[in-house]
């Protein structure tokens, strides 16, 4: 645990993430984040220094996480002129939380050997909770022998943690992981608004499906906030757009046709058009449910 621990990218996961971390005895060492009023709150509350740089983050820590949007701001941070994480970088190690393409991954992690450091994916398949109690479940890619390195504080932050294989590799099973649950969201919300047009009773409705083949995990999370049209982000609909794309990436490049996928990425890609990309991805049923959508 004498490890010095960097955050950058500080939203509800990151965050946790570190909470989590300082709970554990780990010394979390600097913040950064777009949002400086964010970033300097959560400095605050685990005593630790608001990077008002990059390069700051990564002179003050061993272990940096990354927790950013998408492949642009993960090259802002790793490559933009001047200031970036990769500045006087050698023997740091960088672990990539995001949901991010696995070229930009293999991209970084490239550059970070170039400067000395090294690099591993830490793809989460989890939410804001499991964030906080150290329960993720998380996916690596990179070198064995750096996985095993930093395995001990892997394990602190997950409850399940499965080593995938080499960079990028991590990032095309979470891709699959999020396209399912994406397609298995949007066949619900489809469900669940014809159901309900016939006039049929949704609880009737949601408990036929616990117990037959239409049975799926998001029934469990997402069914209620569906009808009740309770839509607080837990896993947004933008995101659900952006994974789902990235899984369409991936397939074009293999040469594969996923017709579900692609009639998904448009229900959620509608939404975040419509203005709607902050609701949880459950709000696809707002596209399904009759009288909802203009």
């Known amino acids: 645990m004498s490890q ?10 990151g965050a946790n993430m570190a909470r989590n971390l300082k709970d554990r005895g780990y010394e979390v060492s600097a913040v950064n984040d777009v949002n400086k009023e964010a970033a300097a709150e959560l400095a605050g509350e685990l005593s630790c220094s608001h990077a008002e740089t990059l390069a ?4 003050a820590s061993d272990v ?4 950013v949007t998408n492949d642009e701001a993960m090259r802002s941070i790793y490559f933009a002129e001047g200031d970036n994480l990769l500045v006087d970088a050698g023997g740091k190690t960088f672990i990539n939380c995001a ?3 696995p070229g930009i991954q293999q991209e970084v992690a490239t550059a970070a050997e170039a400067a000395g450091a090294g690099a591993l994916e830490g793809c989460m398949a989890s939410s804001i909770p499991q964030a906080r109690e150290g329960k993720l479940y998380l996916m690596i890619g990179g070198k064995a022998e750096l996985f095993e390195q930093h395995k001990a504080l892997l394990e602190d932050m997950s409850i399940n943690l499965m080593h995938i294989g080499e960079i990028g590799r991590a990032a095309q099973v979470k891709a699959l992981v999020n396209m399912v649950m994406n397609i298995n969201t949007a066949g619900l919300a489809e469900g669940l608004g014809l159901a309900d047009a ?5 609880k009737m409705v949601c408990e036929v499906f616990s117990q037959t083949g239409a049975n799926s995990r998001v029934l469990e999370t997402d069914a209620e906030d569906m009808i009740d049209r309770d839509h607080e982000a837990w896993f947004s609909a933008e995101h659900a757009a952006k994974d789902s794309g990235i899984a369409a990436d991936i397939a074009a490049n293999a040469g594969v046709s996923l017709p579900l996928n692609d009639a998904t990425c448009a229900q959620f890609s509608k939404l975040v058009e419509d203005g709607k990309g902050d609701l949880d991805k459950s709000g696809v049923a707002e596209l399904t449910f009759k009288g909802r959508h203009p």
């Open 4 to 13: 010095k621990i960097g955050f950058v990218g500080i939203g509800r996961m």
């Open 56 to 59: 700051e983050v990564t002179a």
């Open 64 to 67: 940096i996480f990354t927790v």
């Open 99 to 101: 949901t991010l393409s």
């Open 198 to 202: 016939l006039g049929l009773d949704l």
